[in-house]
């Protein structure tokens, strides 16, 4: 499992390449909008359903129920049971196209 060991006994791991998402989270307070990082040839269902307990999220941005941004960040991680819903970024429409 482990890549390759240091005299002193540091642990050098494989890195997983993985490509940012971006993405709305909905838990039941707030409206996350950040990336998932998921790996490779994966679909973001798939990093979802992991079995870890936490989602990582980068350059995230918490906002309240009116859209107010109340706390940006680098990095969070969020409680996979605390999300309602996830969206990909890149499957939001505009409402107003659809008027013209």
């Known amino acids: ?3 390759s060991f240091e005299e002193k ?3 050098f791991t494989d890195v997983v390449p ?3 998402v971006e993405a709305l989270i909905q838990t039941s307070q707030h409206l996350i909008r950040g ?3 998921i790996r490779h040839d994966e679909r973001l269902k798939d990093e979802i359903n992991r079995g870890e307990t936490f989602l990582a999220i980068t350059s995230a941005q918490i906002l ?3 859209g107010k941004t109340l706390y940006k960040a680098g990095f969070i ?3 996979r049971e605390q999300i309602i819903w996830l969206l990909p970024a890149s499957e939001l429409e505009n409402p107003e196209a659809k008027n013209e």
């Open 35 to 37: 990336f998932v990082h």
């Open 77 to 79: 991680i969020i409680n």
């Open 64 to 66: 309240d129920k009116e």
């Open 18 to 20: 993985k490509q940012p």
């Open 9 to 11: 006994g540091k642990i």
């Open 1 to 3: 499992m482990y890549a």
